[in-house]
């Protein structure tokens, strides 16, 4: 008890309650050492505090999800590492704000492209209308405001990595173009007439069940296979 309260004062710093409750416990008695008789007897001379037992009951709480939490945690870095060895697409799930790019860029990381780009794209966060331009490039001129040549997320992430963030948000009408660029490997940017070729390995993050979207015709089943 005493060796958590003294880690809970480090890991909780602005909770006072852990502060107060190392001053409170006994230092003779939080021996860990003791045998398991001397121990129980010790345990029996503290005062009845509810504080301490309330306290106490309130960290080793903690302590489990904790402990829990990093247990899981370590399941999910060895299944990145593992994946990282291969070159499949992944498709990585979780709710929002619990760090999928971190284990896209992880995946990256450990894989042979490393050397290579990594590409970040945030599917939800451009507009539709942009976002054909956005994957695909344009050449000069292609449109009214296309003043200068963009190259695209899948040529930017040629011989790399191109993460696609809540890919649950792409349209219909850009899901067979992507599926297609899965495919081929190449794709013809805005307004050219000649087919790049670009060799990536994709990675999707989503906080959607596709599946679910998949039956009701909002995402594409041959396209979830392929991811």
Known sequence: A???????????????????????????????????????????????????????????????????????????????????????????YGETGTGKELIARLIHANSSRQKGPFTPMNCGAIPENLLESELFGHVRGAFTGAVREHPGRFGMANGGTLFMDEVGELPCAIQSSFLRVLQEKSFRPIGSEKEVYSDFRVICATNKNLEALAQRKLFRPDLLYRL
């Open 2 to 92: 005493l060796k958590l309260a003294r880690e809970a004062r480090e890991r909780y710093p602005d909770e006072k309650e852990f502060w107060l409750l190392e001053a409170r416990l006994p230092e003779d008695q939080g021996q860990v050492d003791q045998s398991e008789e001397l121990f129980k007897e010790s345990l029996e001379k503290w005062p009845e505090d509810t504080e301490i037992l309330y306290s106490l009951g309130v960290l080793y709480e903690r302590e489990e999800r904790r402990a829990e939490a990093f247990a899981i945690m370590e399941r999910i870095l060895e299944i990145a590492r593992s994946v990282a060895q291969s070159d499949s697409s992944v498709m990585i």
